[in-house]
């Protein structure tokens, strides 16, 4: 795992971006961390910071993880892990609450729970312990990006079927005549759209996944 | 909020607000363990168990240590280490008593620790501001909920297996829609008791 000195790692950098971002996406195609992905994708403005956060969490534990790898003890590294984790986490906690108080107050516990996020710490995990810091930084840019997207893209077509808007204002020529499906915005809406998306991209990539099934 | 009875919120926390189905909290051993009815009714008891220890451990932690000390922001931290120590403990315990159980749960046991239910219901108590009993009653509510919905889903991917579904939707896909359609059925609950 040497880093050549030119570029982003020889071209490894890209490839570890395409990888967490698209072929192995953290949330459409390995279904990893579903539960924050389902709950505050009402509105596109809570899936973006709920993106946000995750990008922020997963390049800074990514980092530090990577930065500590040689002197973590392997029996420790779980609970090293999720103590790294942890803090950022409060950090952006804290940072939320002091600047945007009414976000903050919206999105409730699911911002304490990016710890139990399983992509954060399947990535500490599985990449970051192995890799340089510089790569380990564009793995948790790539995964969080993946996840971000994934996000917003469900957080859109809720936002429009269930209310009508988006980002809180009307679309000139839609919210005029269409009528919002209060389901979309509760949680039923919620499985059925990531149930819809995992398919798609599924169906996108083509049938070898299904396999291990 | 502070009057309603410890048994009314019981009652809600495993219907109409059904930890898994309302809050989407827990879902990736949900849709991982859901495969087979009785590995999820072990998972299911196992959750609700930690789930209940957990709450009542958290509470007590947060009123009478860390707000004493002015260290609320540290919740996150505490909550999760308290967390895994216990499950930890309860792991031991399962592989001394029953071996079986060990070895159907596998690699779910460990992961209990992040399982954002578990954490969830601690935050849940102290944003909602619960008193003790209360939160008694909502962390063993909030575990049977959760242990009721991944034995249901569990029963309908045993019989889903024998149907035509199209490919791209096999597995997980089609296990989302169908949670869907159970969350439908469990809003039919709600007005019947109401908390939060």
């Known amino acids: ?213 | 909020m502070s009057e309603t009875s410890a048994w009314v919120i019981f009652i809600a926390a495993i219907f109409t607000n059904n930890i898994l189905l309302t809050n989407f909290l827990g879902m990736c051993s949900f849709i991982a363990c859901s495969g087979q009815i009785k590995t999820s009714l072990g998972l299911g008891t196992a959750v609700t168990f930690v789930m209940i220890m957990t709450t009542i451990m958290n509470y007590i932690i947060y009123h009478f240590i860390l707000v004493p000390l002015g260290i609320v922001h540290l919740q996150f931290i505490v909550f999760i280490a308290v967390i895994a120590a216990f499950v930890q403990f309860v792991e031991m315990f399962v592989e001394r008593f029953s071996p079986k159980l060990y070895f159907a749960l596998g690699i779910f046991l460990p992961l209990i620790t992040v399982n954002c239910a578990i954490l969830g219901a601690s935050l849940f108590i102290i944003i909602r501001k619960y008193s003790f009993f209360q939160s008694v009653g909502f962390g063993l509510g909030a575990g049977i909920g959760w242990a009721v919905a991944i034995v249901l889903l569990a029963g309908l991917r045993q019989k889903m297996r024998y149907s035509n579904i199209p490919e791209p939707f096999q597995g997980v896909p089609i296990a989302m829609i169908v949670t869907g359609v159970l969350a439908m059925a469990f809003m039919g609950f709600a007005g019947m008791v109401s908390i939060q």
């Open chain 1, 1 to 213: 795992m040497t880093c050549e000195p030119t570029g982003l790692c020889q071209g490894k950098g890209l490839l570890t971006l395409k990888e967490g971002a698209w072929a192995n996406n953290p949330l459409a195609i390995q279904v990893l961390g579903i539960c924050s992905a389902l709950a505050v994708t009402n509105r596109l403005e809570n899936s973006l910071v709920m993106g946000a956060a995750l990008i922020f969490v997963c390049v800074g534990s990514n980092l530090l993880v990577s930065l500590l790898r040689k002197v973590t003890p392997y029996r420790f590294r779980m609970i090293a892990e999720v103590s790294i984790i942890a803090t950022f986490v409060i950090l952006f906690d804290q940072f939320l609450r002091a600047f945007y108080w009414d976000m903050s107050k919206q999105l409730g516990p699911y911002v304490g729970l990016i710890i139990t996020n399983c992509i954060v710490m399947g990535r500490a995990e599985a990449f970051a312990l192995q890799n340089p810091p510089v790569l380990s930084i564009v793995d948790g840019i790539a995964n969080g990006l993946g996840y971000a997207v994934v996000l917003a893209i469900i957080g859109f077509f809720r936002e429009l079927l269930g209310a009508g808007e988006i980002l809180g204002r009307e679309i000139p020529g839609f919210s005029s005549w269409y009528t919002p499906n209060q389901l979309m915005i509760l949680a039923p809406g919620a499985f059925f759209a990531l149930g819809i998306v995992i398919g798609i991209f599924n169906w996108i990539k083509g049938p070898e996944p299904q396999e291990n099934k």
